[in-house]
């Protein structure tokens, strides 16, 4: 998963982190076209960035001349690996370096501006396109990954191509699936999700759709093709995503069964058990063979943080309850904890900044990563009507 924990999120000075395009159809109406532009850096997201996507998103939802919005990543390598890790890390150390400590935590988990910043803003835009009034046409190629999966999962149309490739891989340095992915986890076939969030384990095009973060395959190759026929559609407001859909229809094309298909019933079966504790060790158990997808993912979950372990679960379990304004508030909360007292900047550390890869991961075992341990994650600083995203909805 090294590709999207590379991620900065820098775009050359002289360019616009993120392009915008407002190309005209066959009716006098508008394409509006968003594409992430830091290629070198795997189009990972900057504040920046989703303060400019966020603001043009709702500029669009108010054009009636804009028929339905394209997202896209500039580069040949990936939609979007992720979010600005160097520049959350710098907010950590600060926030880490100035505030007090009380016992073992943060009491607060506020006073970093930028983590309280960046995660209400990225969440505030994830669930803007989940609930967007227009069609959103998201191009999933190459890497595409935890802040990417964000942007692409409320797409109400979701293309991926031989190059995708998607995962949550935010284990490997102290996070959890979030931007809604526990949510979106949640309600992958067969209890898989838990398996995904445990092992960052990826999805190529069939898995990706097959597990609902993706609903058509279209080669790479017709991208461009795609989008001149998009320029030449009639569109009308009313019937813009049956349009969308019937158009996207004429270049999807069928895709293999991935390795999370080929695997799902031992997958399944591994994730039937009672206790977070118990499906660790099934995992870690399995007979993975010659198979090289099981033993990366056996080999992740080894080495990853405890602690995000047993977020990424106990947020699984709080999101079969909960609507998705819900699951982001929650998120929002959790992610905040991460960044004062978890082991996030350690994950961060570990990989970027020293690049030792050995990670300090307090608490060091499972055992230690109790659901006790986890409770103080998910409390909010806030009354419900105060918190930063309250707005959302129910």
């Given at each position: 998963?090294e590709?999207?924990?590379n991620?900065?999120?820098?775009?050359?000075?002289?360019?616009p982190?993120?392009?915008?395009?407002?190309?005209?159809?066959g009716?006098?109406?508008?394409?509006?076209?968003?594409?992430?532009?830091?290629?070198?850096?795997?189009n990972?997201l900057?504040l920046?960035?989703?303060?400019?996507l966020d603001?043009?998103?709702v500029?669009?939802?108010?054009?009636?001349?804009?028929?339905?919005?394209?997202?896209?990543?500039a580069g040949?390598?990936a939609?979007?690996?992720g979010?600005?890790l160097?520049?959350?890390?710098?907010g950590?150390?600060e926030h880490?370096q100035?505030?007090?400590?009380?016992?073992?935590?943060f009491a607060?988990p506020?006073?970093?501006?930028?983590a309280?910043?960046?995660?209400?803003?990225e969440?505030r835009l994830d669930h803007?396109?989940h609930?967007?009034?227009?069609?959103?046409?998201c191009w999933?190629?190459?890497i595409?990954?935890g802040?990417?999966i964000?942007?692409?999962?409320?797409?109400s149309?979701?293309?991926?191509?031989e190059r995708?490739?998607?995962a949550?891989?935010e284990i490997?340095?102290?996070?959890?699936?979030d931007v809604?992915?526990?949510?979106?986890?949640?309600?992958?076939?067969?209890?898989?999700?838990l398996?995904?969030?445990?092992?960052?384990?990826?999805?190529?095009?069939?898995?990706?759709?097959?597990a609902?973060?993706?609903?058509?395959?279209?080669p790479?190759?017709?991208?461009?093709?795609?989008?001149?026929?998009?320029?030449a559609?009639?569109?009308?407001l009313?019937?813009?995503r049956?349009?969308?859909?019937?158009?996207?229809?004429?270049?999807?094309?069928?895709?293999?069964p991935?390795?999370?298909q080929?695997?799902?019933?031992t997958?399944?079966?591994?994730?039937?058990?009672?206790?977070?504790?118990?499906i660790?060790d099934a995992?870690a158990?399995?007979?993975?063979?010659e198979d090289?997808?099981?033993?990366?993912?056996q080999?992740?979950?080894?080495?990853?943080?405890?602690?995000?372990?047993?977020?990424?679960?106990?947020?699984?379990?709080?999101?079969?309850?909960?609507?998705?304004a819900?699951v982001f508030r929650?998120e929002y909360?959790a992610a905040l904890?991460?960044?004062?007292h978890g082991d996030?900047?350690?994950g961060?550390r570990?990989l970027?900044?020293d690049?030792?890869r050995?990670?300090?991961?307090?608490?060091?075992?499972?055992?230690?990563?109790t659901a006790?341990?986890?409770?103080?994650?998910?409390a909010?600083?806030?009354?419900a009507?105060?918190?930063?995203?309250?707005?959302l909805?129910?």
């Amino acid at each position: 998963m090294e590709e999207r924990m590379n991620a900065t999120a820098e775009a050359p000075a002289s360019e616009p982190c993120v392009l915008f395009e407002e190309r005209p159809t066959g009716n006098g109406m508008r394409l509006g076209i968003a594409t992430l532009n830091a290629p070198k850096t795997l189009n990972g997201l900057s504040l920046e960035m989703v303060r400019l996507l966020d603001a043009q998103l709702v500029q669009w939802a108010g054009d009636d001349g804009i028929a339905l919005v394209v997202l896209q990543g500039a580069g040949e390598k990936a939609f979007c690996a992720g979010g600005d890790l160097h520049g959350l890390y710098r907010g950590m150390r600060e926030h880490q370096q100035r505030d007090r400590w009380e016992g073992d935590a943060f009491a607060d988990p506020r006073g970093n501006p930028h983590a309280e910043a960046f995660f209400a803003t990225e969440y505030r835009l994830d669930h803007r396109i989940h609930t967007y009034p227009k069609p959103v046409l998201c191009w999933g190629h190459g890497i595409v990954m935890g802040g990417g999966i964000g942007l692409m999962s409320g797409a109400s149309h979701r293309v991926v191509s031989e190059r995708s490739k998607l995962a949550f891989p935010e284990i490997t340095v102290g996070l959890f699936p979030d931007v809604g992915g526990s949510w979106l986890l949640q309600r992958v076939p067969q209890r898989a999700g838990l398996f995904l969030a445990l092992t960052g384990a990826p999805l190529d095009a069939g898995d990706a759709i097959h597990a609902g973060m993706a609903d058509v395959f279209v080669p790479e190759a017709r991208r461009a093709e795609v989008f001149d026929t998009l320029a030449a559609e009639a569109w009308t407001l009313d019937g813009a995503r049956a349009q969308l859909e019937a158009l996207l229809a004429r270049f999807a094309q069928p895709t293999a069964p991935g390795p999370l298909q080929r695997h799902a019933q031992t997958i399944a079966d591994v994730c039937a058990h009672d206790t977070l504790e118990a499906i660790v060790d099934a995992i870690a158990a399995l007979d993975a063979g010659e198979d090289p997808w099981l033993h990366n993912a056996q080999a992740t979950l080894a080495a990853g943080s405890p602690g995000s372990a047993r977020l990424g679960y106990e947020l699984q379990q709080r999101a079969a309850t909960l609507s998705l304004a819900g699951v982001f508030r929650l998120e929002y909360v959790a992610a905040l904890h991460c960044a004062a007292h978890g082991d996030f900047a350690e994950g961060i550390r570990a990989l970027l900044i020293d690049k030792d890869r050995t990670p300090r991961w307090q608490p060091a075992t499972l055992a230690a990563a109790t659901a006790g341990w986890a409770q103080a994650f998910f409390a909010a600083p806030w009354p419900a009507d105060a918190h930063p995203l309250a707005d959302l909805g129910r």
